[in-house]
């Protein structure tokens, strides 16, 4: 495996208390690498989004512990939290979650403005690169509403690189298209992987993307029933 970035050790998730207490992970342990293209699998109610969001910092864990390159987050206070999502993790949805008011380039530069860090330039080139990349460049100042699921999807993608991520978190990214536009939406997501050795982590049902993916796992009531890897 490529230098692991990502490591989860014993770590839990439990809502609700009581009567209502719910357990959604269950000592989970897992560590990543570097360009991996995995994918998380299981029945509804598994543990799949769950496990995306802590892995985000969108949820924290009950117990147990996330490291970045060796980095524990809990031991980061808000704003190393709100930096490691900023720099390292981008989001893909099912739902493509694009502002309406706003052209595919902007929905696209809108990451780097919040960062702050770039000039207009640098943030218009690269946005402009990416759009090209996923195959909108002819697309680059209509809005959502003129485009197709399966180019919003490709807008939501170019929105989540545009940062340069480290990992992408892909949650039934394919779940709300049609099978041919799905099928494009892998191809393209696989072909990113291996140019840009971006790390993707999918919580998917979507039999081709299990067929793409270096590496399975599977998530039964909250626990790892196996984690298989495959040659790239």
Known sequence: MAEVVLTLKNVTKIYGKGEAEVTALHHISLAFGQGEFAAVVGPSG?????????????????EGELAWKGARMKSMNKT??????????????????LIPVLTVTEN??????????HD?????????????????????????????????????????LVKKPSIVLADEPTANLDSHAAGEIIELMGEINKKT????????????????????????????????????
């Open 197 to 232: 050795n971006t790390t993707f982590l999918f919580s998917t049902h979507d039999p081709r993307i299990m067929e793409l993916a270096h590496r399975i796992i599977t998530l039964c009531d909250g626990q790892v029933e196996s984690d298989e890897r495959r040659a790239p």
């Open 108 to 117: 696209v530069e809108l990451p780097l403005l919040i960062e702050g860090n």
């Open 80 to 97: 190393e939290l709100a930096t490691y999502r900023r720099t390292h993790v981008s989001f893909v949805f099912q739902s493509y979650n």
């Open 120 to 160: 207009k330039a640098q943030i218009h080139e690269r946005a402009r690169a990416i759009i090209t990349m996923v195959g909108l460049a002819d697309k680059a100042n209509r809005y959502p509403t003129e485009l197709s699921g399966g180019q919003e999807q490709r807008v939501a993608i170019a929105r989540a």
């Open 46 to 62: 598994s543990g799949k989004t769950t496990l995306l969001n802590i892995i985000g910092c969108l949820d924290s864990p009950t």
